[in-house]
């Protein structure tokens, strides 16, 4: 987290002397920034990042704007990495080269698929393709600067090179030909993010990854067990959430730059990682993951999801997705079991939702005077099985989250088993025969 903090002194280095200055010096500024945080970071590890960036580079100018480019880089960069988590993984949670080379094969993966882009006609692009699209292949110093960017290095966001390149060519700013007013909303967010590592800070030591696996988290009553997972987790995602937030870095610089909204004010969301007042409010699933690591979430949408639309089959083109996800994250069982929870529990809520939604009866109860009552209930659910699938995703290995399962009687497995069984009835029953044969032929 000091890392990430460090971004700031680059970017005040950039606005004051770097912003006025030719591409070139703005590249190698990027360059060298990060190059340092890596050095500072990791040592001589850092040449992992030099070989990947190179050899990308040079996928891009050997092999041109086709599909064996794509997939060259998509298999060179998840080997290398898949690579680096077979020799340097351990049990514990580790702080090495490969956690910011997960965020940088994302990038350079990324890269060959807007290349490829820029090749197509507008009219095969979506609007998320056009915005990444290359026109033509980027030279060895935008390459590095990108990759390098000291804003998003260490712990992303991810960000296109398109975008990188607007904020080099100085488009990214509130005041044309001048640094943005972006002060007041870096620090706003700096602050948030400042107040997020407040609480992970303080509450982490009280609630420990390794309680989990003491005869003593064995001996609490079994509401106790679920309690601890509950309070566990949400205190564990700031950890997360802390060094999301502080992307007041990007802010700072203009990459953060997003234009105005409806009424004219300037925006400064585009690299937001995190919707916090959504996090922190939403009682669903699906809202907390629409909110938590934005930017990695719509890269894997626009760049695998949404390209496995020859499938045919958008639960296949989710699954895999959600694999994808699992292995980048790394190879221990624990990552493969968290999403196969997610993938399981976010469809199960769906069914759900769309039971309340086309029931009257239950449409209605939750307009009712009720609703604050259920809305308490659904955020303990929320938040229960929330934290349900990040225990494998915290403590890896097989022999420890089954452990932990075991205590807590596979409560969340049990629950949206039961769940997914049972909605169909609830549907029969509460759901005007009407409206279930609409949803039937949908």
Same mark, same amino acid.
């Given at each position: 987290?000091?890392?990430?903090?460090?971004?700031?002194?680059?970017?005040?280095?950039?606005?004051?002397?770097?912003?006025?200055?030719?591409?070139?010096?703005?590249?190698? /500024?990027?360059?060298? !920034?990060? +190059?340092? +945080?890596?050095?500072?970071?990791?040592?001589?590890?850092?040449?992992?990042?030099?070989?990947?960036?190179?050899?990308?580079?040079?996928?891009? &100018?050997?092999?041109?704007?086709?599909?064996?480019?794509?997939?060259?880089? /998509?298999?060179?960069?998840?080997?290398?990495?898949?690579?680096?988590?077979?020799?340097?993984?351990?049990?514990?949670?580790?702080?090495?080269?490969?956690?910011?080379?997960?965020?940088?094969?994302?990038?350079?993966?990324?890269?060959?698929?807007?290349?490829?882009?820029?090749?197509?006609?507008?009219?095969?692009?979506?609007?998320?393709?056009?915005?990444?699209?290359? !026109?033509?292949?980027?030279?060895?110093?935008? %390459?590095?600067?990108?990759?390098?960017?000291?804003?998003? /290095?260490?712990?992303?966001?991810?960000?296109?090179?398109?975008?990188?390149?607007?904020?080099?060519?100085?488009?990214?700013?509130?005041?044309?030909?001048?640094?943005?007013?972006?002060?007041?909303?870096?620090?706003?967010?700096?602050?948030?993010?400042?107040?997020?590592?407040?609480?992970?800070?303080?509450?982490?030591?009280?609630?420990?990854?390794?309680?989990?696996?003491?005869?003593?988290?064995?001996?609490?009553?079994?509401?106790?067990?679920?309690?601890?997972?509950?309070?566990?987790?949400?205190?564990?995602?700031?950890?997360?959430?802390?060094?999301? %937030?502080?992307?007041?870095?990007?802010?700072?610089?203009?990459?953060?730059?997003?234009?105005?909204?409806?009424?004219?004010?300037?925006?400064?969301?585009?690299?937001?990682?995190?919707?916090?007042?959504?996090?922190?409010?939403?009682?669903? /699933?699906?809202?907390?993951?629409?909110?938590?690591?934005?930017?990695?979430?719509?890269?894997?949408?626009?760049?695998?999801?949404?390209?496995?639309?020859?499938?045919?089959?958008?639960?296949?083109?989710?699954?895999?997705? +959600?694999?994808?996800?699992?292995?980048?994250?790394?190879?221990?069982?624990?990552?493969?079991?968290?999403?196969?929870?997610?993938?399981?529990?976010?469809?199960?809520?769906?069914?759900?939702?769309?039971?309340?939604?086309?029931?009257?009866?239950?449409?209605? +109860?939750?307009?009712?005077?009720?609703?604050?009552?259920?809305?308490?209930?659904?955020?303990? =659910?929320?938040?229960?099985?929330?934290?349900?699938?990040?225990?494998?995703?915290?403590?890896?290995?097989?022999?420890?989250? =089954?452990?932990?399962?075991?205590?807590?009687?596979?409560?969340?497995?049990?629950?949206?088993?039961?769940?997914?069984?049972?909605?169909?009835?609830? &549907?029969?029953?509460?759901?005007?025969?009407?409206?279930?044969?609409?949803?039937?032929?949908?």
């Amino acid at each position: 987290r000091h890392s990430e903090l460090s971004g700031y002194p680059f970017a005040m280095l950039y606005r004051s002397y770097f912003f006025h200055q030719s591409p070139t010096v703005v590249h190698l /500024f990027h360059t060298m !920034s990060g +190059l340092i +945080l890596a050095a500072f970071n990791f040592g001589s590890q850092l040449y992992h990042s030099a070989v990947c960036v190179g050899v990308q580079f040079l996928l891009l &100018r050997l092999m041109g704007r086709t599909l064996t480019t794509v997939l060259t880089s /998509f298999s060179f960069q998840m080997v290398y990495l898949l690579c680096g988590y077979y020799y340097t993984a351990t049990d514990q949670y580790d702080i090495k080269w490969t956690m910011p080379h997960c965020v940088l094969a994302l990038k350079l993966i990324g890269l060959s698929f807007d290349y490829y882009d820029g090749g197509k006609e507008p009219p095969q692009l979506s609007a998320e393709q056009k915005k990444g699209a290359l !026109s033509k292949v980027p030279s060895l110093l935008e %390459v590095c600067g990108f990759s390098y960017f000291y804003g998003g /290095f260490l712990v992303g966001p991810q960000f296109t090179l398109r975008s990188y390149q607007r904020l080099v060519s100085g488009e990214l700013t509130d005041c044309p030909g001048q640094p943005p007013n972006s002060v007041f909303p870096a620090l706003k967010r700096f602050l948030l993010g400042l107040s997020c590592l407040t609480i992970y800070t303080i509450g982490s030591p009280f609630y420990p990854d390794s309680y989990f696996l003491t005869d003593g988290y064995e001996a609490q009553p079994f509401w106790y067990r679920c309690v601890y997972i509950l309070i566990w987790a949400k205190i564990s995602l700031y950890k997360y959430v802390s060094c999301w %937030v502080i992307e007041g870095v990007c802010i700072l610089c203009g990459l953060g730059y997003n234009g105005q909204d409806e009424k004219g004010t300037h925006q400064w969301d585009a690299c937001a990682n995190m919707r916090v007042w959504q996090y922190e409010t939403t009682p669903l /699933f699906t809202g907390t993951i629409a909110s938590f690591n934005i930017n990695t979430n719509a890269w894997v949408a626009r760049h695998v999801f949404k390209r496995l639309k020859f499938l045919g089959n958008k639960m296949a083109s989710q699954m895999a997705t +959600l694999l994808f996800l699992a292995v980048w994250h790394g190879l221990h069982s624990g990552y493969i079991l968290c999403f196969s929870l997610e993938f399981i529990i976010v469809n199960v809520e769906r069914k759900a939702m769309a039971l309340v939604n086309d029931s009257p009866l239950l449409t209605r +109860l939750v307009s009712s005077p009720l609703y604050p009552l259920l809305y308490v209930v659904q955020q303990f =659910l929320h938040w229960l099985f929330m934290g349900y699938p990040l225990v494998p995703f915290c403590l890896f290995t097989y022999d420890k989250w =089954l452990k932990v399962y075991s205590s807590v009687y596979f409560c969340g497995h049990v629950f949206f088993f039961i769940a997914y069984l049972i909605i169909p009835y609830f &549907r029969m029953v509460l759901v005007p025969r009407k409206a279930g044969d609409v949803k039937k032929e949908k």
